[in-house]
């Protein structure tokens, strides 16, 4: 179970304040698929972030579990984001020196696993249909193809959690709905939660839970 519990967060700008998320509350049991929906700049990306240990709240707390995130130790934080959560981003996807295979292995190359994982990693890819692309570096790759390695690393991984923020906003439809695809037999094979941010609401079915933020609260729970 995730929960934020009355979280504001602001970012400074010079002098001015920007208040972006002001008491925001919702609870996503585990093995949920949740979108979070809302305009523009209303939040959604900085949620994401939040849930995913990468910045914290500014008032309020978020807890995965039980554990509140901003009580994890230094090292604790890092090992929840490398072993338990599967980031599907469009920036900072992927590393642009690694090639496919070594993209999908990133949270392993810095532990002894990572060489037993290489078949494992291998296989995924050509699961993800980029068997032709192994040693392919993200530059060689089209969006779609990207965010297929940034699915098969999360598929390696097998997280607890797979955060992903509009992986689909440069893939056409067909591409697209593949990605959605893969993110609910992720969710359904591995029992992870899956937490995505769409401007396209398409992608949502019977049973999702829907998250819309509006000026810097949930407005709406569908
Ligand atoms: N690191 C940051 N520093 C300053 N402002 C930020 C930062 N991150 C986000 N913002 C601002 O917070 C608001 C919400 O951003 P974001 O969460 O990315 O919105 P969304 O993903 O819904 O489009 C925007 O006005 C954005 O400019
Ligand atoms: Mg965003």
């Known amino acids: 179970m995730i929960e934020v519990n009355d979280v504001t967060k602001s970012f400074h ?8 998320l002001r008491g925001l509350s919702c609870r996503i049991p585990a093995g949920a ?3 979070i929906v809302g305009p523009s700049g209303s939040g959604k990306s900085t949620l994401l972030y939040l849930l995913g240990a990468l910045d914290e709240p500014t008032t ?3 807890r995965i579990g039980g554990r509140k995130l901003s009580d994890l130790a230094a090292a604790e934080r890092d090992e929840f984001r490398r072993r338990d959560v599967g980031f599907i981003f469009q920036s900072f996807n992927l590393l642009s020196n690694l090639d496919a295979v ?19 990693a291998v296989e995924l890819l050509k699961q993800v249909g980029l068997g032709h692309r192994l040693d392919h570096r993200p530059a060689q790759l ?7 390695v940034a699915i098969a690393r999360a598929l390696l991984k097998q997280p607890l959690l797979v955060l992903a923020d509009e992986p ?16 609910r037999k992720l969710q359904l094979e591995r029992n ?9 609401r398409s992608y949502i079915q019977p049973g999702d839970l ?8 949930i407005a709406t729970k569908e």
């Open 13 to 20: 700008r010079g002098e001015t304040e920007i208040p972006v």
């Open 33 to 35: 698929f949740a979108f």
């Open 60 to 62: 309020g707390d978020v």
């Open 102 to 120: 070594d993209n999908v292995l990133v949270p392993y190359l810095p532990t002894n696993e990572a060489a037993d994982r290489r078949p494992q």
């Open 142 to 148: 089209s969006g779609g193809e990207q965010q297929r």
């Open 168 to 183: 689909t906003g440069e893939l056409d439809s067909e591409n697209g709905a593949e990605i959605y695809r893969y993110l």
């Open 192 to 200: 992870s939660t899956v937490v995505a941010v769409t401007h396209d």
């Open 210 to 217: 829907v998250y819309e933020i509006r000026d810097g609260r």
